[in-house]
């Protein structure tokens, strides 16, 4: 990318933006471009203009699916590309993916990088409607995602093979970058604290995250006079259909099994106030809290699903066992909660592959060589 070119990026939340795609923003506007980000804005707007970036606030409801509403985004998008004319969108995640390249065909962008962070809960989902829903947007995503001048970035192989497979995206124009990079300095290894072992669970509370077999997992492992603490990370996300009720945090709470931490926006401090970080989630893409864990030195346990078996090597940096297990699950918590030389040895290991692949300067680096192979000349 020579000549200075003006690229466009769509992504749900401002702070999921911010969380994953604002040090590629950064690079791509130091590299001499016009950067705009378009984003549902809530409380990091300051965040993203002190990067040097031109925000554009949309407000996006990811769960929404009433038609008018729809409609209206849809319209309020189309407004926005036809005024800023960018020669290159990025969009991040199912939602924008969808409208934004239905709006980049009509609107003539002529390149365009969708970034499928992960299927979600549109793709795991056993709910009726949700089944109803998928074919259709299947095919959706066979029309959008094959114009010329396009490309997919996916996170993990497993989630490539399934699309391509399925004849969605065309292998032809299907990039695998793992992850959206990890901050080798900010996250960085740390003594283990005194005391019980504290086990985290750092995401949303949303059932897919695998929440309750965390709190089963370490309900069985209280009953059996396991030493240990177990700490939920993380807020509701209200807006998402497998959100957890208050009502059984509240019951949580009350029982005393496990903490709610509530969310944190020092997550490296998180990292290090725990020995274990867990994420026994049903799907991911490729998730950045293992790896921020990882490259603080922390071992892993996860569910060997699309997205978390790559981002943890089976007896090298944790384990991962089967989905929605809880036995499973607390049995692999147990071997790293009694075995401190263990925990060491797998968050050496942890900490020393983030850095050799997926720190973020290599990730940067990938994505802008994709942007140039379809930004045109």
């Known amino acids: 990318m020579t000549a200075s070119r003006k690229i466009l990026y769509f992504a749900t939340e401002d702070w999921a933006f911010c969380l994953h795609r604002l040090a590629l923003a950064r690079a791509a506007r130091e590299s001499g471009h016009d950067v705009v980000v ?15 970036l031109r925000l554009v606030p949309l407000e996006l409801s ?31 995640a199912i939602k924008p993916v969808l409208y934004g390249s239905l709006v980049a065909a009509l609107t003539g962008v002529p390149a365009v990088v969708n970034a499928l962070t992960g299927m979600g809960f549109l793709f795991t989902s056993q709910r ?25 970035i996916f996170q993990n192989a497993d989630d ?6 399925k004849k969605i995206v065309d292998p032809a124009n299907a990039r695998l970058i793992r992850g959206s990079g990890v901050d080798t300095e ?5 003594p283990e604290p005194a005391g019980a072992p504290v086990v985290v669970l750092p995401a949303r509370l949303l059932w897919d995250k695998g ?7 370490a309900r069985m492992l209280k009953s059996r006079g396991v030493q240990a603490r177990f700490a939920l990370v993380g807020d509701r996300d209200a807006q998402n259909p497998a959100v957890v009720p208050e009502a059984s945090l509240e019951a949580w709470r009350a029982e005393g099994t496990v903490e709610l931490w509530g969310w944190r926006n020092d997550m490296a401090e998180v990292y290090r106030e725990c020995h274990i970080v867990c994420l026994p989630s049903y799907r991911e893409g490729f998730p950045k809290v ?5 490259a603080c030195g922390r071992p892993l346990v996860s569910t060997d699903v699309e997205g978390c078996r790559e981002a943890v090597a089976q007896d090298r940096s944790g384990f991962l066992v089967p989905v929605r297990d809880a036995p499973a699950l607390a049995e692999a918590l147990a071997r790293l909660i009694e075995d401190a030389g263990l925990r060491a040895t797998f968050g050496a290991a942890a900490r020393a592959i983030v850095v050799g692949e997926l720190a973020l300067p290599v990730v940067i680096a990938h994505t802008l060589a994709v942007y140039r192979e379809v930004l045109p000349a």
């Open 160 to 165: 490539l093979a399934t699309l391509t497979a």
């Open 186 to 190: 900010a996250f960085s290894p740390s």
């Open 211 to 217: 929440v309750d077999e965390f709190v089963n997992a």
């Open 290 to 294: 293992l790896l921020e864990a990882a």
């Open 62 to 92: 990811r769960g929404g699916m009433r038609p008018w509403q729809e409609l209206v985004t849809l319209f309020r998008l189309m407004r926005i590309y036809r005024r800023e004319r960018p020669d290159l969108a990025h969009h991040v």
């Open 38 to 52: 378009v984003t549902r804005v809530r409380d990091r707007a300051a965040e993203i203009t002190a990067a040097g």
């Open 128 to 152: 009726r409607f949700v089944k109803m829903l998928r074919p259709l947007v299947e095919f959706a995503l066979r029309v959008l995602l094959n114009r010329r001048g396009s490309r997919v």
